[in-house]
C-alpha cells in the first residue's frame, strides 16, 4: 500500500471518528452547549483542555520554530507550559467556583457593568480570532499535504471540515472529540520522534536523544553534528541566543500570562463538577501537554539535521556534494505541489544550494564555490514535524499517522478557539444584553451563525497569515495577557478594584500592544500597512511584537490602579463576592 493510501485511511478514518463523536454527543441545551452539561471529569477535562491547548502552533509549528530557530525558541517552551502553573493557582478554581458560561460573564458580573463585560467581549474575540489564524495556517499545511494541494485549498477544506463538528456538536460535541484528538496527535508526535531518535542516536527516548551521541559510531553528539552542518553553510548556531535576554524574558512571561488568560481554555475549566476537579484538570492537562512539549526540541533538531543532509549530501564546497534537483526524493516533489517548498536554479547548475546568503561573512566563501544566492526559496517552517518522517524514510503507516495527528491538533484548537467566539456573541452580547427575552433555541441558533462568521473571517486571513503559526499563536497571546488576564486577576484577589480602574486597564492594555504589533505587522495584517520593519534593529528596546503583550499587561495593572484608587469603591456586594469566590466552600 503506497504512502498517499495511506493517508486518505488514517485522515478518513480519524475524521469519521470525529463526526460520530460529534452527532452522538450533539448539544440539546444550551449547558451543553457552552459548558458540556457542567459533568465532565477531571482526568477527561485535562485530556480535552491538552488536545484544545496542542494546537497547530504546538503540533506544526513548535517544532518548526525549535528547527530554526534553535535555542531561541526556547521561551515558547517555558512559556506555554508556566502558564498552565498560573492558571491552576490563580484563576482556574476560582472562576470555577463562581459558575459562569464564560470569561465576558465574570467580568461584567465583578465589575457590575455591561461596558465591562462589552470590552471582554471585545478583547476576547480580537485575541481568539489572530489564534484562530495561526489554527487555520495549520489546517491548510495539513490538508495541502494529505490531498497534495496547494495551502489554500487546504484552509478552504479545513473550514468546511471545522464548520460541520464545531458548530454542530458545541462544547459537549467538542469535548469528547478533542479526548480522541489528543489521543490521535500525541501518538503521531512521538511514535516518528522515536523512530527518527534510535536512526540517529541509537537512544530510543527522544529527550535523552537529543543529548546523545550519533549512532554512527563517531562519537559526535547530535547537537554537536548539528551546529558544525548548519555553521558551514553560513548559519548560526543552533545553541547560540540570538536574542537579548530581556526579549527572551518578556516573551516568556508574555505567553505564561498570554495562557492564563486565553478565553478558550479558562471556559474549559466551567465544564468540571466541582471546584477541586478544575484545579485537578490543570494538572492533567500539564502532564498530557508535557508529553509533547518535552519531544519538541528532539523533533525540531532532528528534523533541521535530516533536512540539512538531504540536501548537502557530501563536504561543503566539493564538486557534486548538492542535492541535484532531477534526483529530489518524492517528499520533496510533494510538498513543492503546496507551494510551502520552493527551488530556484540561480546558478544553473542544477544542484540544490541551501545556505545562509544573507550572512556577509559567508557571501566570499560561498561565491567561491560558484554559488550565486541560497536556491531553496521557500521553506516554510512549519512543514517540518509533517515532512520529517517522510524525509528520514519512515513507514507509510507512520507518516499517514503524522497527518492525521496535524490535522487533529490545528482542528481541535479550531474548535475551541470558535466556541469561545461564539459564546461571547450569543449569550454574552445577545442573551445577556442585546436579548435578554430571546429563547434557548433561538440563542443555540445565534451561536452557531456566529461561529460561522469567525470560520469565514479567520479562514480568510488563515490564508494571508502575518506570520508562521506559532508566531501568530505567540501575537494572541500578548493580546489576551494585556487585556484580560490583569481584569481576571484583580477581579479575584482585589476588593478595591472597581468598575471604572477594570475597563480602563483592559482598554490602555489592549490597545498599547494592538498599535505594536501594527506598527511591525501590519494594520490588521494587511501586507503592506506596517510602519516600521519587523526587525531586531527597529524593535522597541529590542522587545519584538510577540513579546510586548507583557509591557501591555504592565500598563494595564498600572492604569487599573491609578484609575481605580481615583475612583468611588465598589459597592458591598462585590466585595462581598470577591471574599466568597476566594473563600472555600459555598458561594453565596
Known amino acids: 500500500m503506497d504512502t498517499q493510501t495511506w493517508i486518505y485511511l488514517a485522515v478518513g478514518g480519524s475524521f469519521l471518528l470525529y463526526f460520530v463523536i460529534a452527532i452522538a454527543s450533539r448539544a440539546g441545551s444550551t449547558e451543553d452547549f457552552y459548558v458540556a452539561g457542567g459533568g465532565v471529569g477531571p482526568v477527561a477535562n485535562g485530556m480535552a483542555t491538552a488536545a484544545d491547548w496542542m494546537s497547530a502552533a504546538s503540533f506544526i509549528s513548535m517544532a518548526g520554530l525549535i528547527a530554526f530557530l534553535g535555542y531561541n525558541a526556547s521561551p515558547y517552551l517555558m512559556g506555554w507550559t508556566g502558564g498552565f502553573v498560573l492558571l491552576a493557582l490563580l484563576l482556574a478554581p476560582y472562576l470555577r467556583k463562581f459558575g459562569s458560561f464564560t470569561v465576558p460573564a465574570f467580568i461584567g458580573a465583578r465589575y457590575y457593568s455591561n461596558v465591562a463585560r462589552t470590552v471582554a467581549i471585545i478583547c476576547l474575540i480580537v485575541a481568539s480570532i489572530t489564534y484562530v489564524i495561526g489554527q487555520m495556517k495549520g489546517v491548510g499545511v495539513a490538508f495541502g499535504r494529505f490531498l497534495e494541494v496547494e495551502f489554500e485549498t487546504g484552509v478552504l477544506i479545513g473550514m468546511g471540515v471545522v464548520f460541520v463538528y464545531a458548530v454542530m456538536g458545541g462544547m459537549k460535541g467538542i469535548t469528547y472529540t478533542q479526548i480522541a484528538q489528543y489521543i490521535v496527535l500525541i501518538f503521531a508526535f512521538t511514535v516518528p520522534a522515536i523512530f527518527i531518535s534510535i536512526q540517529l542516536t541509537g537512544v530510543p527516548l527522544p529527550q535523552i536523544g537529543l543529548g546523545s551521541t550519533m549512532a554512527d559510531g563517531s562519537g559526535v553528539y547530535l547537537l554537536e553534528k548539528l551546529d558544525g552542518v548548519i555553521t558551514e553553510l553560513g ?16 516573551l516568556t512571561l508574555s505567553l505564561m500570562i498570554g495562557t492564563a488568560g ?24 500539564l502532564f498530557f501537554i508535557a508529553i509533547l512539549y518535552t519531544t519538541a526540541p528532539a523533533v525540531g533538531a532532528m528534523a533541521r539535521l535530516n533536512l540539512m543532509e538531504t540536501v548537502q549530501t557530501g563536504p561543503v564546497g566539493t564538486e557534486n556534494s548538492n542535492l541535484e534537483y532531477e534526483q529530489r526524493p518524492q517528499w520533496f516533489k510533494t510538498w513543492e505541489g503546496t507551494g510551502l517548498l520552493g527551488f530556484e536554479d540561480k546558478n544553473g547548475d542544477g544542484r540544490i544550494q541551501y545556505y545562509n546568503d544573507k550572512n556577509p561573512d559567508f557571501a566570499a566563501t560561498a561565491e567561491g564555490y560558484g554559488w550565486q544566492g541560497n536556491e531553496m526559496v521557500n521553506v516554510d517552517r512549519d512543514i517540518m514535524v509533517l515532512a520529517n518522517p517522510e524525509i528520514a524514510q519512515l513507514p507509510a503507516w507512520v507518516i499517514a499517522l503524522v497527518a492525521a495527528g496535524g490535522v487533529a491538533a490545528a482542528l481541535s484548537t479550531a474548535a475551541g478557539l470558535l466556541l469561545a467566539i461564539s459564546s461571547a456573541i450569543s449569550h454574552d452580547l445577545l442573551k445577556s444584553m442585546l436579548r435578554p427575552d430571546i429563547s434557548e433555541k433561538g440563542e443555540l441558533m445565534a451561536g452557531r451563525i456566529a461561529m460561522t462568521g469567525a470560520i469565514l473571517v479567520a479562514g480568510y486571513l488563515g490564508i494571508n497569515p502575518p506570520g508562521f503559526a506559532a508566531e501568530v499563536v505567540a501575537l494572541a497571546f500578548g493580546l489576551a495577557a494585556s487585556s484580560l488576564f490583569p481584569a481576571l486577576l484583580m477581579g479575584v484577589f482585589s476588593k478595591r478594584m472597581n468598575r471604572e480602574g477594570g475597563i480602563a486597564g483592559m482598554l490602555a492594555g489592549l490597545t498599547v500592544t494592538i498599535v505594536y504589533i501594527f506598527l511591525y505587522k501590519g494594520v490588521f495584517f494587511v501586507p503592506g500597512t506596517n510602519l516600521f520593519a519587523d526587525s531586531a534593529a527597529n524593535w ?49
Do not use: Y
Open 235 to 250: 548559519f548560526d548556531r543552533f545553541t547560540n541566543p540570538e536574542h537579548s535576554t530581556l526579549n527572551i524574558f518578556m
Open 262 to 285: 486565553l478565553p478558550h481554555v479558562i471556559i474549559r475549566f466551567f465544564t468540571v463538577r466541582k471546584v477541586s476537579d478544575a484545579r485537578k484538570s490543570v494538572g492533567w492537562a
Open 540 to 588: 522597541m528596546f529590542g522587545i519584538q511584537p510577540e513579546s510586548f503583550g507583557a509591557i501591555g499587561a504592565l500598563i494595564n495593572f498600572v492604569v487599573a490602579f491609578l484609575v481605580s484608587r481615583a475612583t468611588a469603591a465598589p459597592p458591598a456586594h462585590v466585595r462581598e463576592l470577591v471574599e466568597n469566590v476566594r473563600v472555600p466552600g459555598v458561594l453565596r
